[in-house]
């Protein structure tokens, strides 16, 4: 998967990684926000202004990884809230990645 590499940073999306749990910004050339977030799309893991050439830590209880320009998150208090994607279809919104054992 790409996510991000390679491109623009457009302060106006967002990329939605079903499944990660650990992201990075090898081959990036600005820094990026992440959010972790569960199944419930409870968000469980900030990052702020994350480096090009840098790895975040494993998320355990992660199941969705959002990568954003970074800006838009900065110093909100977002940790623990819940997410609702405006743009994103109902059937993909409970659309849940399959749990690996």
């Not at 940073?9 to 990329?15: H, K, M």
């Given at each position: 998967m790409r996510g991000?590499?390679?491109s623009s940073?457009?302060?106006?999306?967002?990329?939605i990684i079903a499944g990660a749990r650990q992201v990075h910004t090898f081959g990036m050339r600005y820094p990026i926000d992440v959010l972790f977030v569960d199944l419930d799309w409870t968000v469980c893991r900030v990052v702020v202004a994350m480096a090009p050439r840098r790895v975040t830590t494993w998320v355990r209880r992660a199941r969705y990884?959002?990568?954003l320009a970074a800006g838009p998150i900065g110093d909100q208090a977002i940790l623990g809230e819940r997410l609702a994607i405006a743009d994103l279809p109902i059937a993909q919104a409970r659309d849940r990645p399959s749990r690996s054992r």
């Open positions: 991000l590499l390679g940073p457009q302060a106006s999306e967002a990329l990884a959002l990568e």
